[in-house]
């Protein structure tokens, strides 16, 4: 996603009101071209918020990383996203449950409801570098840490603002939570459900054209990584409880 805080995607850091009460690593994606010489890795965290008496959110931390045998390289790399699925509401009242599509999103200049059937790339204009903005060049708002091994998110800088010592650069965001929330006084319970399915490739930027149609998945064609991953977050109310379902819910498809 080309923005930091959007309708489609949900900032950690401003919800006032939420408190992180559990948090922990997930799975970790790692490869190595020895051609490019150009290391690659994914980490996913898992968060889950408390954000008042009535509810929680759930959420995950995505965290893509490359690293190159020089500075100078650094710029010769991006990455893409691809993304699939939706972002819908339930509500329970009086044991009738609905579902409705809600949240709205940015891509390729136009607002749209969240809700992709098929792949597409993930970004709000026409340009497909992950974690790009019209301001910038494209490599200007990735971020890199003091070393190799650094784990503090709070210790970064941007790579327009300075360049690193260390050949490293990673992009990271936080898709928006699903959560959960009861009303016993109206009897109602809402949810907010993540069905979200992503593919994050390594590309050569030479590869990268500046415009391409939101559903070119030939770019995965040139890629010299992709790592998949998702997001399965859907409660079920008899259950009281998110599960992941194994396929796409027929809402989302």
């Not at 490869?31 to 759930?58: C, R, T, W």
């Not at 339930?90 to 792949?119: A, I």
């Not at 091994?149 to 210790?155: A, F, G, I, Q, V």
Request: aromatic residues 14%.
């Amino acid at each position: 996603m080309k923005v930091f805080c959007c309708l489609a995607f949900f900032s950690l850091s401003l919800t006032a009101s939420a408190k992180v009460i559990e948090s922990y690593p997930l799975e970790e994606f790692t490869a190595f071209d020895p051609k490019q010489k150009v290391h690659f890795n994914l980490q996913l965290e898992q968060i889950k918020l408390s954000f008042d008496d009535k509810g929680y959110m759930l959420s995950k931390r995505m965290k893509a990383i490359y690293q190159t045998e020089s500075i100078e390289e650094l710029e010769d790399y991006v990455i893409v996203q691809y993304i699939k699925g939706c972002i819908f509401s339930s509500s329970k009242k009086k044991n009738q449950v609905e579902n409705y599509l809600n949240v709205n999103r940015d891509l390729f200049g136009r607002k749209m409801k969240f809700r992709h059937p098929h792949w597409v790339i993930d970004s709000i204009d026409k340009d497909p570098v992950y974690a790009t903005s019209a301001n910038y060049l494209r490599h200007d708002l990735y971020r890199w840490q003091p070393g190799p091994n650094s784990t503090d998110e709070k210790e970064f800088e941007y790579y327009y603002r300075q360049k690193p010592e260390f050949p490293q650069l990673y992009v990271t965001d936080a898709p928006t939570a699903a959560s959960y929330s009861a009303y016993p006084e109206t009897d109602t319970e809402y949810a907010k459900n993540v069905a979200l399915e992503f593919s994050t490739c390594l590309i050569r930027t030479e590869d990268v054209p500046y415009s391409v149609a939101e559903n070119d998945v030939s770019l995965k064609e040139k890629a010299i990584k992709c790592f998949d991953w998702n997001i399965m977050h859907v409660f079920d109310f008899a259950q009281k409880k998110f599960i992941a379902p194994k396929t796409m819910p027929k809402i989302c498809r």
